[in-house]
């Protein structure tokens, strides 16, 4: 069974560092691109980063460039994401998601459960 | 980047209703975009990829199409667990872009 779980949330002061980590199992982890995604409260969902299989390609969301850092460690099975200077916007649940493609189109099929970030002093 | 609009941003049906979701893409995406159903709490879900393809174990009521710049998202008759929020994404050309979202509520 396919798993991913999400840790590292938590209440940071503005300004301040966290790590997120998504740990997976179920699944041959190195083969897969993979994902941040957040949601505000009361807000959509916004794509933060993606990060290829090998760590060769790696996006970021505009806002985020220069301030966040994804990385992933395939001999772990674990994703992560370095949060730096962060705002008050920045206040969401973050998800990490798993890329599957399909006839050239991907899609996110597996998600975990969300971990809360706080920004507030 | 390919913004991604959805109509209506609200609905409001009964259960057995045929419901209609449209996302709109500001330039053509070939088939490449696919659906979440997101309830309160949880992890968004995947319902439809590749415009078209139910993901398994997703039941057959729900059914996209399109191509281009206009999909839709069709639930065919309405369940008491289908009230949530829809979302559409497109997954593939960076940044990636979900729509804001259709709330669908029960009348």
């Known amino acids: 069974e396919v798993q991913l779980v999400e840790s590292g949330g938590g209440l940071v002061k503005p300004g301040g560092s966290l790590r997120l980590s998504c740990a997976a199992s179920g699944f041959t982890f190195s083969s897969h691109s993979m994902n941040w995604v957040r949601q505000a409260p009361g807000k959509g969902l916004e794509w933060v980063s993606s990060i290829s299989p090998g760590s060769d390609y790696i996006y970021y969301a505009d806002s985020m460039k220069g301030r966040f850092t994804i990385s992933r460690d395939n001999a772990k099975n674990s994703l992560y994401l370095q949060m730096n200077s962060l705002r008050a916007e920045d206040t969401a649940v973050y998800y990490c998601?798993?890329?599957?493609?399909?006839?050239?189109?991907?899609?996110?099929?597996?998600w975990g459960q969300g971990t809360l970030v706080t920004v507030s002093s | 980047d390919i913004q991604l609009t959805q109509s209506p941003s609200f609905l409001s049906a009964s259960v057995g209703d045929r419901v209609t979701i449209t996302c709109r893409a500001s330039?053509?995406?070939?088939?490449?975009l696919a659906w979440y159903q997101q309830k309160p709490g949880k992890a968004p879900k995947l319902l439809i990829y590749a415009a078209s393809t139910l993901q398994s174990g997703v039941p057959s009521r729900f059914s996209g199409s399109g191509s281009g710049t206009e999909f839709t998202l069709t639930i065919s008759s309405l369940q008491s667990e289908d009230f949530a929020t829809y979302y559409c994404q497109q997954p593939d050309s960076y940044p990636i872009t979900f729509g804001q979202g259709t709330r669908l509520d029960i009348k």
């Open positions: 998601a798993r890329k599957y493609y399909y006839d050239g189109s991907g899609c996110y099929d597996y």
């Open positions: 330039q053509g995406i070939s088939s490449y």
